[in-house]
């Protein structure tokens, strides 16, 4: 018997592999650059990171389409979270008032790219019509009446 894996779990890995790198050198990037921006008050700096994350994003669905696959869930809930814990320390830090302008851009706009980025995603994956489903459930038994 051999060890080597199937292909269906070799292009698993693969994907894996691919996935892991572009976040590694693109993510931690981008987010050093969104980090020295907030750092020095530098919104374009900031914008610019957002715009490497961005493109990480993108190379993650691209990866996706290449091996025919979506976000797996632990990459859904990881996003999610993150996404979660980023807008809690921004409510945090504007509530105390220990950010300067530059840094309340930076966040509005790390937020505003990635919630239209999902929504962007979600269109084209799913359609408008599927997108809505994914959140939008009727309960069983329920007729929606008519207008």
């Avoid at 919104?43 to 091996?67: D, E, R």
């Avoid at 025919?68 to 809930?77: L, M």
């Avoid at 994914?134 to 008519?146: A, M, Q």
Wanted: net charge neutral; glycine share 14%; with cysteine.
């Amino acid at each position: 018997m051999s060890s080597s894996p199937t292909p269906s779990a070799a292009s698993g890995i693969e994907r894996s592999i691919l996935i892991f790198s572009i976040w590694a050198v693109l993510g931690f990037f981008g987010l050093g650059l969104f980090l020295e921006g907030m750092k020095y008050d530098a919104w374009a700096l900031s914008a610019t990171g957002v715009g490497v994350i961005t493109l990480a994003f993108i190379a993650h669905i691209i990866v996706n389409g290449v091996f025919d696959t979506g976000f797996s869930q632990g990459e859904a809930v990881l996003g999610i979270g993150a996404y979660g814990v980023l807008g809690l320390v921004f409510v945090v830090s504007a509530a105390t008032g220990t950010m300067t302008m530059a840094d309340y851009y930076s966040c509005l706009t790390l937020f505003g790219v990635l919630a239209t980025g999902f929504l962007a995603y979600l269109s084209t994956r799913h359609g408008m019509r599927g997108a809505f489903s994914r959140f939008h459930v009727r309960p069983l038994g329920k007729r929606e009446e008519s207008l």
